[in-house]
């Protein structure tokens, strides 16, 4: 949010106030409108994909996508993300308007969000489908998985672990539990003596500095002692 441009952090705070006056309509006229122009910005998407499974909870006919990207279909959609991944994304939305847990168009929009290089967006995107089945083990694995690529291990787990809880036989998610405490604490000695390293640099600095300032301080002395010596000669 600190990141908008002021004319739509404008919008965000109608939209914030909208959503929790569910008014679902309004809420994705701006979102959307938001999401266009900043497709990063994960907090709206969160909120209009919300709003988006509200509204469709509360009617029976379903809803119609507001947005202004053009209907390609998914299959058509597909096609266009090796193109013109952004393009891809902005018409993805289009589809998951009409139907937010979609799982093939979420799963196409985390491949449209990889290839341009928006991992934040991927992971909401898959987010997206285990939310939609609690009991999808192949979501969570996939959604694990995504997190051990961009060095997140720690989230990694955490989805390894729900698919323990759903089947603690699932020996790839056994093996995932393994690998992703490995890196986690592999990352997290990393830091740590990146933190002891820097400390030790910051001792040695402040040695050398007073090493200096001794010398000169001496330096300085010896100085004084001389001129006292030749003006008594």
Same mark, same amino acid.
Request: proline residues 3%; hydrophobic residues 40%; glycine residues 6%.
């Given at each position: 949010?600190?990141?908008?441009?002021?004319?739509?952090?404008? *919008?965000?705070?109608?939209?914030?106030?909208?959503?929790?006056?569910?008014?679902?309509?309004? !809420?994705?006229?701006? !979102?959307?409108?938001?999401?266009?122009?900043?497709?990063?910005?994960?907090?709206?998407?969160?909120?209009?994909?919300?709003?988006?499974?509200?509204?469709?909870?509360?009617?029976?006919?379903?809803?119609?996508?507001?947005?202004?990207?053009?209907?390609?279909?998914?299959?058509?959609?597909?096609?266009?993300?090796?193109?013109?991944?952004?393009?891809?994304?902005?018409?993805?939305?289009?589809?998951?308007?009409?139907?937010?847990?979609?799982?093939?168009?979420?799963?196409?929009?985390?491949?449209?969000?990889?290839?341009?290089? =928006?991992?934040?967006?991927?992971?909401?995107?898959?987010?997206?489908?285990?939310?939609?089945?609690?009991?999808?083990?192949?979501?969570?694995?996939?959604?694990?998985?995504?997190? =051990?690529?961009?060095?997140?291990?720690?989230?990694?787990?955490?989805?390894?672990?729900?698919? *323990?809880?759903?089947?603690?036989?699932?020996?790839?998610? !056994?093996?995932?539990? &393994?690998?992703?405490?490995?890196?986690?604490? =592999?990352?997290?000695?990393?830091?740590?003596?990146?933190? =002891?390293?820097?400390?030790?640099?910051?001792?040695?600095?402040?040695?050398?500095?007073?090493?200096?300032?001794? &010398?000169?301080?001496?330096?300085?002395?010896?100085? &004084?002692?001389?001129?006292?010596?030749?003006?008594?000669?």
């Amino acid at each position: 949010e600190s990141d908008l441009p002021p004319r739509l952090k404008e *919008l965000w705070k109608k939209a914030s106030k909208a959503a929790r006056a569910q008014n679902f309509d309004y !809420v994705e006229q701006l !979102v959307s409108n938001i999401i266009q122009q900043e497709p990063a910005f994960i907090d709206g998407r969160r909120v209009l994909r919300k709003a988006q499974i509200q509204r469709a909870a509360g009617s029976k006919r379903g809803f119609g996508g507001k947005f202004h990207a053009p209907n390609l279909g998914l299959l058509k959609i597909k096609g266009l993300i090796a193109k013109d991944p952004a393009g891809a994304i902005i018409a993805l939305e289009d589809e998951l308007a009409k139907d937010p847990t979609n799982k093939q168009a979420n799963s196409l929009l985390y491949d449209a969000a990889i290839a341009a290089d =928006m991992p934040d967006l991927g992971a909401f995107a898959l987010q997206t489908i285990a939310d939609g089945n609690a009991k999808d083990k192949e979501a969570l694995k996939r959604l694990a998985k995504h997190y =051990m690529s961009f060095e997140e291990p720690a989230k990694a787990l955490e989805m390894f672990n729900k698919v *323990l809880a759903l089947d603690n036989s699932d020996l790839e998610a !056994v093996k995932g539990v &393994t690998d992703a405490s490995a890196r986690a604490s =592999m990352i997290k000695n990393k830091v740590e003596q990146g933190g =002891m390293k820097r400390d030790s640099d910051e001792m040695r600095r402040l040695e050398i500095s007073s090493r200096q300032q001794l &010398t000169k301080d001496q330096i300085e002395e010896q100085l &004084t002692e001389w001129g006292a010596k030749y003006a008594e000669d």
